[in-house]
T-cell receptor, first 110, second 112 residues
Framework: LAKTTQPISMDSYEGQEVNITCSHN???????ITWYQQFPSQGPRFIIQ???TKVTNEVASLFIPADRKSSTLSLPRVSLSDTAVYYC???????????FGKGTRLHILP | EAGVTQSPTHLIKTRGQQATLRCSPI?????VYWYQQALGLGLQFLLW???????NRGNFPPRFSGRQFPNYSSELNVNALELEDSALYLC???????????FGDGTRLSIL
């Protein structure tokens, strides 16, 4: 049974790189991992998606090791506006399970 | 391109009543997902509709139900409302099951 685990909270400072890791055991090789950002009273916003190695877009990078038992969201040079809750999501192809992590509350300090 | 739209924004009901929440997906998206988010907590998966059919449902009682219409819009029905049903109900859509889900800003359901 697939499950995801994330740290409950993290603090960092403006200008730093922040890495948030999600552990996801028992996922298949073609199961995608997706990360979202959520501000209070808003729906989650898509950040990045991948299923192997490394993916980079204009706001973040996603690292997935060969064993695929975890993934790391990397936010370069964070600012105060990056204070939010970050969720990882796995959708399993073999049985259509939708598994959201419980979220990591990221607090950026000046 | 218009995003996912949900209505109403807020809904106030009393215990035992029934609530209907509506969702319009992004144009061209055929999968619609429903989630419940209690205040300060994470997202709990409720229902997934794809091409008009229920593809999966989360661990919720049968009084939570829904449907997807031929134009891919969807509604979520909650019967016999209980106080603990108070939450933000989020809808998302994607153009294929493995593609990123795009979320609306939710319907806040309050049960008095």
């Amino acid at each position: 049974l697939a499950k995801t685990t994330q740290p409950i909270s993290m603090d960092s400072y403006e200008g730093q790189e922040v890495n948030i890791t999600c552990s996801h055991n028992n996922i298949a090789t073609n199961d995608y991992i997706t990360w979202y950002q959520q501000f209070p009273s808003q729906g989650p916003r898509f950040i990045i998606q991948g299923y192997k190695t490394k993916v980079t877009n204009e706001v973040a990078s996603l690292f997935i090791p060969a064993d695929r038992k975890s993934s790391t969201l990397s936010l370069p040079r964070v600012s105060l506006s990056d204070t939010a809750v970050y969720y990882c999501l796995v959708v399993t192809n073999r049985d259509d399970k939708i598994i959201f992590g419980k979220g990591t509350r990221l607090h950026i300090l000046p | 391109e218009a995003g996912v739209t949900q209505s109403p924004t807020h809904l106030i009901k009393t215990r035992g009543q029934q609530a209907t929440l509506r969702c319009s997906p992004i144009s061209g998206h055929t999968s619609v997902y429903w989630y419940q988010q209690a205040l300060g907590l994470g997202l709990q998966f409720l229902l997934w509709y794809d091409e008009g059919e229920e593809r999966n449902r989360g661990n919720f009682p049968p009084r939570f139900s829904g449907r997807q219409f031929p134009n891919y819009s969807s509604e979520l029905n909650v019967n016999a409302l209980e106080l603990e049903d108070s939450a933000l109900y989020l809808c998302a859509s994607s153009d294929r099951p493995n593609q990123p889900q795009h979320f609306g800003d939710g319907t806040r359901l309050s049960i008095l």
